[in-house]
């Protein structure tokens, strides 16, 4: 089955303890990003990945990081997580920027 | 910023079609535009996406008038599954993907 996962799903932590939220997808897309959804402002870009090795900044890439060593895999690393960092976050991935995208489960963080 | 202004809610009868607009007046002449929808806090679902011809699929159809100016997307047969907000997407700037804040969309029993 076509699809992007996520990890973890829920996670609550405290603030300044590094953590990674994993995301994969298995359909060879090229295009994957990330967003943060918070309530009123909808969904905002973190990062996006046009293919391996090539990263670039969303609208809101502050205080996260990622990398694309593969193509499958587009983890999102929060070096020193803090509250205002407390979102719900989606992995998705596309063939290309204007295709279809298709969107993770959404990982629901608490930085306490 | 995102280039397309949608209504922040709207209500329609269960049965009945449902017409969600959007305005996207500085769109460029090869632009696409694109809906998806969240049903509660889902990961967003690609509807349809159309550039000039109005276009069709099993979700939805899509309206985009002769000056590209705006679009209607028509959910023709509202269910109660259908309550979700729903994003137009027209810009994509640079290699950006920017989302609106969307319409939530109340269908009615």
């Known amino acids: 089955e076509a699809q992007v996962t996520q990890n973890p799903r829920y996670l609550i932590t405290v603030t300044g303890k590094k953590l990674t939220v994993t995301c994969s997808q298995n359909?060879?897309?090229?295009?994957m990003s990330w967003y943060r959804q918070d309530p009123g402002l909808g969904l905002r870009q973190i990062y996006y990945?046009?293919?391996?090795?090539?990263?670039d900044k969303g609208d809101v890439p502050e205080g996260y990081k990622v990398s694309r060593k593969e193509k499958r895999n587009f983890p999102l690393i929060l070096e020193s997580p803090s509250p205002n960092q407390t979102s719900l976050y989606f992995c998705?991935?596309?063939?290309?920027?204007?295709?279809?995208?298709?969107f993770g489960p959404g990982t629901r963080l608490t930085v306490l | 910023d995102a280039k397309t202004t949608q209504p922040p809610s709207m209500d329609c009868a269960e049965g009945r079609a449902a017409n969600l607009p959007c305005n996207h007046s500085?769109?460029?002449?090869?632009?696409?535009v694109y809906w998806y929808r969240q049903i509660h806090s889902q990961g967003p679902q690609y509807i349809i996406h159309?550039?000039?011809n109005n276009e069709t699929n099993e979700m939805a159809s899509l309206i985009i008038t002769e000056d590209r100016k705006s679009s209607t997307l028509i959910l023709p047969h509202a269910t109660l599954r259908d309550t979700a907000v729903y994003y137009c997407?027209?810009?994509?700037?640079?290699?950006?993907?920017?989302f609106g804040k969307g319409t939530r969309l109340h269908i009615l029993p």
């Open positions: 359909m060879n897309h090229e295009y």
């Open positions: 159309g550039l000039k």
């Open positions: 998705a991935s596309s063939r290309g920027l204007g295709n279809e995208q298709f």
């Open positions: 990945s046009m293919n391996v090795e090539v990263t």
């Open positions: 500085t769109i460029s002449g090869n632009e696409y």
């Open positions: 997407i027209v810009r994509v700037t640079d290699d950006k993907i920017i």
